[in-house]
Each structure stands twice: as structure tokens, then as C-alpha cells.
């Protein structure tokens, strides 16, 4: 049996415009990770078995590793349909933000869900979730949002509903966001969901192989030269690598392709801390990475130094200037954790 986690109040509260809607749309965050793309798409599955109009709308592009997720085709990129997905948005009855906290996560989008009058919920597990939604279902300390679109689902009473295509869309977004249940992954409640999942029939292994091992050949000489270039600060137990865009040039290198690179370097003894710096290739910015293991909070790292946050093992931000300064920020902030670091 799984813990009734969320307030009763709240899934009371969906359920009457779940009842009395006819078109929903779903949103999640810039660059749509696993469980971004796993969470909607689950949710999505569960809809439509009810009949229901279901439209997932994202702001960018997703990895290709993520693509045969069933139901990703449909799934409307924000940037290339922007009137298509304005309509969509505006006529909507009820809005489900999925995976994010902030507004600032679905970039553009965020003006025309403000300004659409369709009822709007949050089901997400990041840190402090802003209010502009009438239902946040918020938990930081539950490991995905796959995860959270399970419970709700079953707390509504549906969990005959969840067929084949959802559950394997929920199980991609639990394993991604734990890294293949290797972080954020001790609660047993987990496992208690994950056979939940197998009883409809999903093939966990073929899911693994699918997203993890169906990587280009350019990939894995890209990871290999950016390992050749790591960085180690052994005083501060700390890694770092980076891509310019040059060097993406030099890789062919195409979204999702950097996916997982960040955690690496977390596999060197002694090493509780990476960050991964990677020069955009659309906007004039650096992107930043932040992985730890243990009680080093990345996510207070990605606030004091790059306007970013997310969770205490894993967060990002954002970096205006060269990818030199951005390395020199990120040493100043070893310097100032040292302490912490070394704990
Ligand atoms: P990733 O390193 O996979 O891009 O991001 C890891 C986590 O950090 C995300 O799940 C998200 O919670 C957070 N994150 C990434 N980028 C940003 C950002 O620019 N701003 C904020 N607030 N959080 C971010």
C-alpha cells in the first residue's frame, strides 16, 4: 500500500474539474527531461482513456533517446507551433503544469498560460513552488513527478485506467530522475510502484536499454574528450567539465546528446560535487549543470552563483558570459565552500 502523501483536499479538488472538463493541457519545462516528457506523457495516456481532449504542450525540443516514448510524437514543441499551441492553451479548460515550480521554467509560454482563464494545477516535486496555479501539489521530497502523476491517478481511484503506454511513460520518468535508481531512490515506496507498473506489463529492461544505450558513436568520443579535459579540484572534492560550442561543432553534436555527463566524474573517489558548463548554442549563455553526492547542496550553489536552483543532489542555472568566467565563478564558490565541502 502506498502512503496517502497527497492532501486529500486537493485530489477532492481535481477531481471535480477533471469531471467536468472536456480539454485539458498539459505543460512541462524548457529542454523536457525524462520526466518532464514521462510525467506528461502519463498523465496524457490516463486522460485520454477518459475520453478526455488532451494536448501536451513543451517550450523546446526533447532528447532523441526519449522519443519513443509512446505518445511523443504528439507532443507540441512550443517554438516551432507557438499559434497552434496559443489556441490550444486559450481554449482550455483546465491547464496541468507538470515538473517545474517557477514560470520562468516554460520561458515564452508562461505569458499565455497566465493569461488563459482555464483552471490551472501544479503537480510537481521542486523546492519553494510559486503560486500561480489554484491547486499546487508540491513535494520536494518525493523523487520524480512521474512519480507524483502515479500517486494522483491512483488516489483518484484509477488505477485499473493506467494502461501499457502510461505506465511505461511513468516508469521512464522515475528512472530518469533517479538516474536508474542510483540517487533519490530509498524509498521503498518506489519499488512498491515501480511492480505496480510491471503488473501492466511493462518491460523495465527494454525501457533502460531504449533510454540509456541507444547513444551515437559521436557521443561517446564526445564523452571521452570532455573527460580527457575534466578539471579535479582534490582540495575541494569537487570536478568540473565543459563544451564550447565549437566543440560541438567539432562532435556534431545534437540536444541530449551531454545527458548524463555531469554525474561522471561523481564516480572518482572522493569527488561529492561536479558541474558541467555548456555554451549554448541557442541563446548567448552558459548553461550549468550541478550534481552532489550526500549533503552538499548543490541546488544553494545554483542560486548564490548562477541564478539557478532545484534539488539539494541535482540543480542548474544560468551563466551570461564566456565559459571562462563562468569557471572562474565556479572556483570562487569552491573557495567559499571549502568548509562545507570538506565536511
Ligand atoms: P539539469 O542539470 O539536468 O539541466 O537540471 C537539474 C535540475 O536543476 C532540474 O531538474 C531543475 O530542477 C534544476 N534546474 C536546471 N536548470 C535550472 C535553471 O536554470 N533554473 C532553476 N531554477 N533550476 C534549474
Known amino acids: 500500500m502506498l502512503s496517502?502523501?497527497?492532501?486529500?483536499?486537493?485530489?477532492?479538488?481535481?477531481?471535480?474539474?477533471?469531471?467536468?472538463?472536456?480539454?485539458?493541457?498539459?505543460?512541462?519545462?524548457?529542454?523536457?527531461?525524462?520526466?518532464?516528457?514521462?510525467?506528461?506523457?502519463?498523465?496524457?495516456?490516463?486522460?485520454?482513456?477518459?475520453?478526455?481532449?488532451?494536448?501536451?504542450?513543451?517550450?523546446?525540443?526533447?532528447?532523441?533517446?526519449?522519443?519513443?516514448?509512446?505518445?511523443?510524437?504528439?507532443?507540441?514543441?512550443?517554438?516551432?507551433?507557438?499559434?497552434?499551441?496559443?489556441?490550444?492553451?486559450?481554449?482550455a479548460d483546465v491547464i496541468v503544469c507538470l515538473d517545474f515550480n517557477a514560470i520562468k521554467?516554460?520561458?515564452?509560454?508562461?505569458?499565455?498560460?497566465?493569461?488563459?482563464?482555464?483552471?490551472?494545477?501544479?503537480?510537481?516535486?521542486?523546492?519553494?513552488?510559486?503560486?500561480?496555479?489554484?491547486?499546487?501539489?508540491?513535494?520536494?521530497?518525493?523523487?520524480?513527478?512521474?512519480?507524483?502523476?502515479?500517486?494522483?491517478?491512483?488516489?483518484?481511484?484509477?488505477?485499473?485506467?493506467?494502461?501499457?503506454?502510461?505506465?511505461e511513460c511513468i516508469y521512464t520518468g522515475m528512472m530518469t530522475?533517479?538516474?536508474?535508481?542510483?540517487?533519490?531512490?530509498?524509498?521503498?515506496?518506489?519499488?512498491?510502484?515501480?511492480?505496480?507498473?510491471?503488473?501492466?506489463?511493462?518491460?523495465?529492461?527494454?525501457?533502460?536499454?531504449?533510454?540509456?544505450?541507444?547513444?551515437?558513436?559521436?557521443?561517446?568520443?564526445?564523452m571521452g574528450y570532455i573527460l580527457s579535459n575534466m578539471h579535479v579540484y582534490k582540495e575541494h572534492h569537487a570536478a568540473l567539465i565543459s563544451l564550447s560550442k565549437e566543440e560541438q561543432g567539432k562532435f556534431d553534436y545534437i540536444k541530449g546528446d551531454s545527458e548524463g555527463f555531469v554525474n561522471i566524474p561523481l564516480s572518482i573517489k572522493d569527488v561529492c560535487f561536479t558541474c558541467f558548463l555548456r555554451e549554448d548554442t541557442e541563446k548567448q549563455m552558459i548553461k550549468i549543470s550541478l550534481r552532489s553526492v550526500g549533503t552538499f547542496p548543490c541546488n544553494k550553489f545554483a542560486a548564490d552563483f548562477f541564478n539557478g536552483g532545484g534539488h539539494l543532489n541535482a540543480s542548474g542555472g544560468e551563466f551570461c558570459g564566456t565559459l571562462e568566467e563562468a569557471r572562474a565563478v565556479f572556483e570562487d564558490g569552491l573557495e567559499r565552500y571549502k568548509e562545507l565541502l570538506n565536511a
Open 105 to 167: 521554467r516554460i520561458e515564452e509560454l508562461g505569458d499565455v498560460v497566465l493569461a488563459s482563464k482555464a483552471r490551472k494545477i501544479m503537480v510537481d516535486h521542486h523546492l519553494h513552488p510559486e503560486s500561480f496555479c489554484e491547486i499546487v501539489i508540491s513535494h520536494p521530497e518525493i523523487s520524480s513527478t512521474s512519480e507524483l502523476v502515479f500517486r494522483l491517478i491512483c488516489r483518484m481511484g484509477y488505477f485499473e485506467d493506467i494502461t501499457l503506454e502510461g505506465a
Open 177 to 222: 530522475d533517479t538516474g536508474g535508481f542510483t540517487y533519490n531512490s530509498n524509498n521503498r515506496e518506489i519499488y512498491f510502484i515501480i511492480s505496480e507498473l510491471l503488473s501492466k506489463g511493462i518491460d523495465k529492461d527494454d525501457i533502460y536499454r531504449k533510454v540509456y544505450n541507444t547513444y551515437s558513436e559521436s557521443r561517446l568520443r564526445l
Open 4 to 91: 496517502k502523501i497527497i492532501d486529500q483536499t486537493k485530489i477532492d479538488h481535481f477531481t471535480k474539474w477533471f469531471e467536468r472538463s472536456e480539454s485539458i493541457v498539459i505543460v512541462s519545462h524548457v529542454s523536457p527531461d525524462g520526466d518532464a516528457i514521462g510525467s506528461s506523457l502519463g498523465l496524457m495516456h490516463f486522460l485520454e482513456s477518459q475520453e478526455k481532449t488532451v494536448h501536451v504542450v513543451v517550450p523546446n525540443a526533447f532528447p532523441d533517446f526519449l522519443k519513443w516514448m509512446p505518445g511523443a510524437k504528439e507532443v507540441v514543441l512550443y517554438d516551432r507551433y507557438k499559434d497552434f499551441a496559443d489556441r490550444l492553451i486559450t481554449e
